[in-house]
């Protein structure tokens, strides 16, 4: 009796054999396995619509400074103190608007300017490189404080510049037809990289505030890796129909007349910016997008990158720069 006894105590007291702790010691290290995917998964995942939600959110700012600027290229309000009529210009009868702005309200150069703060806007060349973004100048009729009545006021945009700065007097441009003084707004946009943050950033100048500088720039939106611009163009500076969409400002500037014949021709533009996160991501989280030309990219730098791309109708339809041959 004592020895059975004895020999059940041994075998409920007796521990684990070393098969027991190496199978428990596998599920265990499975689990763990396990969770810390779920987890790196979880952060990743996490980590990647965050930047993604900054890249929109960066986007939608730089859209935000160009569309309204651009959306106005070219315009100029009807005036009753000018009558329409006809003129002979280089021999050829010609009809006058009944508008003071009478020019190209856009200009645009494939891979920027040679310098974004010419003096003038017919002063702008574009960059001899072959590659880098896009950049493009607009300007536009506005409301003068001073001379427009409240009517006009509510008609005209306002009399600021991309930068937010008021055009001042001593600036006004000086109407083609009957010598008449108003605020004629220019800005110019484009990308490159800035050497204060070491990012490439969407900048603008424009010809508003007080001071000598004719036009004054500033960086404007940080990890705006290029930009491109597509044109619709109609069969004249009259017409308001898109007769062809022009890939390049190249193409434009091959059409016959002379430069403000040939801008005042644009329609439309379709703008796309490339945007960039700010940081690296996880490998291959970043590695595919598609690019402003509708190509697929495989970037090696790990850094998430997406095309935005906006149409934006301009203005420019009142202006009289003859018709291209």
Known sequence: MNRR?????????????????????????VVLGALTVVYLSTGLSGRQSTAVARMNEDAATA????????????????????????????????????????????????????????????????????SGPAAFALRFESADPASTTDKQRELL?????????????????????????????ESRFWAALNSSSGTSDLSCAGNGGTGSAVFRSQPLVQYVEDMRLRFGVAKDGQSADVVQYLDT????????????????????????????????????????????????????????????????ALRNRGGFAGTAP
């Open 5 to 29: 006894q004895s020999s059940a105590a041994h075998r409920t007291t007796r521990g684990r054999t070393l098969v027991e702790l190496l199978i428990a010691i596998t599920i265990g290290i």
């Open 63 to 130: 859209l935000s400074f160009i569309a309204p600027q651009l959306r106005m290229a070219g315009f100029s309000l009807p005036r009753k103190s000018v009558l329409p009529g006809s003129a002979t210009v280089d021999g050829v009868q010609k009809s006058l608007p009944d508008r003071y702005f009478i020019g190209a309200g856009i200009r645009a150069c494939d891979h920027g300017f040679a310098s974004a703060t010419a003096a003038t806007f017919a002063d702008l060349s574009c960059s001899t490189a072959s």
């Open 157 to 185: 945009p306002p009399n600021l510049d991309c930068l937010g700065s008021a055009i001042d007097a001593s600036k006004y441009t000086v109407g083609e037809l009957d010598g008449v003084s108003y605020p004629l707004v």
């Open 249 to 312: 400002a190249a193409e434009v500037d091959a059409l016959g007349g002379s430069t403000d014949q040939k801008w005042s021709r644009v329609v439309t533009v379709r703008l796309c910016l490339l945007m960039r996160s700010a940081d690296g991501a996880p490998a291959d989280a970043g590695s595919k997008y598609i690019d402003c030309n509708g190509d697929p990219v495989t970037s090696s730098d790990g850094v998430i990158r997406r095309a935005y791309v906006h149409t934006i």
